[in-house]
């Protein structure tokens, strides 16, 4: 962790620690963590059995957690300056204090699992911004489970933490997200990204390379229609699938594609030729990472963009404006939405020589465009959710 994420993730837990003790008038028993993730490319293919390249980001959810000898659990969220409270024995949909779904459907998700759980008091808060596509939800669903895994010892392995918390997203807020962003925040290792086969739930750890950097660049732009856009694609990914008889669009190689196309309406074909153009693209990504071949993953990052942009609809004005700036600067290897789009941010591979310009650059060139003030940032790569303290 560079000296910034360290020195952010310690005034978090000074901020999470101070806001317990004001909120449940004495001292937490312990901290958890959970970082955001960048997705370095991938996109949309997790929920089609594909493969994914992210990180984990020196950004954070920290919550800070007392256990209690009742069935209760009371939560308070700082950044929401909202409370919650409702018992393991009857976990219900909170129409008012949305965010207190993730931990309820992490409870949950848990307990249909079969995990015993103790009531507990929950003080979270974050550096994690919100709908910008950096998978804060996730984060606070992966920081729930690893507290409620500490506080009743658990046997709870990373992925079957990934596979609950997805659950509780799936099944609980409504959301039919892939695994991806759970998996990454539970597994994610320092100075990594992970290669994730979403069929087999492997992963491979792949180096982010030296001599160049990450940086995310936040639109400002909030998501909008995210959830019903999402779920449609999905949809159309799977009858994409059923009308070529695949088990999921992971099971046809672009040349195959190229051939059977013919059978799928326009719209489903642009779906469809995403995917299967984008889990090629992320093998390509790691072939070229580990070849040393930073000019090459920069092409394929570019090409994903174009990809998401044109065939599968997922970009909006402010995001091409971002990538568009991005690319103009010299420098920039690559540059991509990263996230399920509709607005949040880019993430780019930048030569480290021009990471300092570039940010002036960009956000120069951007706002000249869209009149938004974008925030940007030069990120590290972190380790998935840990214990603090
Ligand atoms: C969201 C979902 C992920 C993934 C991405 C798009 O972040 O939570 O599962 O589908 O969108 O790649």
């Excluded at 409270?85 to 009857?90: A, H, K, P, R, T």
């Excluded at 974050?126 to 910008?132: F, K, L, N, S, W």
């Excluded at 963009?305 to 995001?319: A, T």
């Amino acid at each position: 962790m560079n000296s910034e994420g360290r020195s952010g993730l310690d005034s978090l837990c000074q901020r999470a620690t101070a806001a317990f003790e004001r909120a449940f008038a004495a001292g937490p028993s312990f901290l958890v963590a959970a970082p955001g993730r960048v997705n370095l490319i991938g996109e949309h293919t997790d929920y089609n059995d594909g493969y994914v390249l992210p990180a984990a980001v020196d950004r954070h959810v920290v919550i800070a957690a007392a256990p209690r000898t009742d069935r209760q659990v009371r939560l308070h969220a700082v950044d929401f300056q909202g409370s919650s409270e409702f018992s393991l024995d009857d976990i219900r949909f909170d129409q008012r204090q949305r965010w207190s779904n993730y931990p309820r459907g992490v409870a949950w998700a848990l307990q249909q699992a079969g995990y015993a759980l103790t009531g507990c008091e929950l003080c979270i808060t974050g550096d994690v911004p919100i709908g910008a596509g950096l998978s804060s939800s996730a984060a606070i669903e992966v920081a729930t489970a690893y507290t409620f895994q500490v506080m009743g010892e658990l046997t709870l392995d990373g992925v079957k933490r990934a596979l609950l918390c997805q659950k509780a997203e799936n099944e609980f807020v409504g959301m039919r997200c892939g695994i991806m962003d759970q998996y990454i925040i539970s597994l994610g290792k320092r100075g990594h990204a992970l290669l994730i086969d979403c069929r087999s739930l492997e992963y491979r750890l792949v180096p982010v390379p030296a001599g160049c950097s990450l940086i995310i660049c936040d639109t400002k732009k909030r998501r909008g229609l995210v959830d019903s856009e999402y779920n449609t694609r999905r949809r159309e990914c799977e009858a994409g699938a059923k009308t070529l008889g695949l088990r999921a669009l992971r099971d046809i190689t672009p040349e195959e594609f190229q051939a059977r196309q013919g059978v799928l309406d326009a719209v489903t074909r642009k779906r469809c030729r995403h995917v299967v153009t984008e889990d090629q693209r992320v093998l390509d990504a790691v072939q070229a990472l580990e070849a040393g071949d930073l000019a090459q993953f920069g092409r394929l990052m570019n090409a994903s963009h174009l990809s998401l942009r044109d065939d599968y609809e997922v970009s909006c004005p402010e995001l091409n404006a971002m990538v568009e700036a991005a690319q103009a600067q010299r420098g920039v290897l690559g540059a991509r939405m990263t996230g399920a789009g509709f607005g949040g941010c880019t993430v780019n591979l930048v030569l480290n020589e021009a990471a300092e310009g570039l940010q002036h650059g960009v956000a120069r060139t951007y706002t000249k465009a869209t009149g938004l003030v974008p925030e940007i940032y030069v990120c590290t790569a972190e380790e998935g959710v840990q214990r603090l303290a």
